[in-house]
């Protein structure tokens, strides 16, 4: 029997079918099955998906199905649960959709599943936690979306900033997705050049316009939720990249929420972090040398999501 490559998405709202659209695109997977409370929801995007497949590069099979059809698939990808309203924080909708996970998690093991979990439900390092509580699976296999999108914006704004095509612009935000997240400044880069040389030979540099880029991606979330409701392109497209470095065993270094062990100095926390990524999963965190501002600003991030996490799962 030849083996095929199955992605399993829990979840066909903005964010998953956005994710099942682009993944359809580049693809990346022979199977992709659609899994919602909502079935006609997840039936009429596979029917919608399939029209779309004498246009795709590659054959992929689309099916909306149930929990079962996890048992075969490589990747679960969950974005379903409740989302972030205007207001609202990230951190906010932690115990709502904890309770929503551990239903979700506890089904989806019950197949058989023994392959890698990739979370982007929010707020996703905590998710992500759960999700490796609920599966008890290896930590390796269960990864979050972390800070990929948020270094993707970074990236975009400084390429923007100094006229330069973002995939050539290196830098990272780190910590968690969401306001407590910090850019590693001491390792930003365009073509192995520091942003600190770049910023002389821009004429009109303020150095303050380097401290608005940041907060323009830290808060980018919400200037869009109040424009249109919600993200889900851009996260879309980084799940794909994620998926992509999953399944076809890349060893793609990105900023994925990832479990610490004593890396960083912290232990018992997913959190936004370069990693390593491959078909194993999460295959090493790197761990870069952060200056002493960045270390405290991260171990700030950290204790910020252990405060939140505590009292949520004590319960469990």
Known sequence: MVKVNRVALIGTGFVGSSYAFALL?????????????????????AMDLN????????????????YNDCSQADLVVITAGASQKPGETRLDLVEKNTKIFKGIVEQIMASGFDGIFLVATNPVDI???????????????????????????????????????????????????GDTELPVWSHADIAGTKISDWSKNKQDYKPEDLDNIFVNVRDAAYHIIERKGATYYGIAMGLVRLTKAILQDENSVLTVSAYLGGEYGQKDIYIGVPAVVNHSGIRQVVELDLNVEEKQKFTNSVNVLKQTMGPVFSKY
């Not at 990346?28 to 079935?39: A, G, S």
């Not at 029209?51 to 149930?66: M, V």
């Not at 930590?139 to 973002?166: H, M, N, P, Q, W």
């Open 25 to 45: 695109n580049q693809g990346i997977t022979e199977e992709l099955v659609l899994i919602d409370l909502n079935e006609a929801k997840a039936e009429g995007d």
């Open 127 to 177: 998710l992500t936690y759960a999700v490796w509580k609920f599966s008890g699976l290896p930590k390796e296999r269960v990864i979050g979306s972390g800070t990929i999108l948020d270094t993707a914006r970074f990236r975009f704004l400084l390429g923007e900033y100094f006229d330069v095509d973002t995939r050539n612009v290196h830098a990272y935000i780190i910590g968690e997705h």
């Open 51 to 66: 029209h779309g497949l004498p246009f795709s590069p590659s054959r992929t099979k689309i099916w909306y199905g149930s």
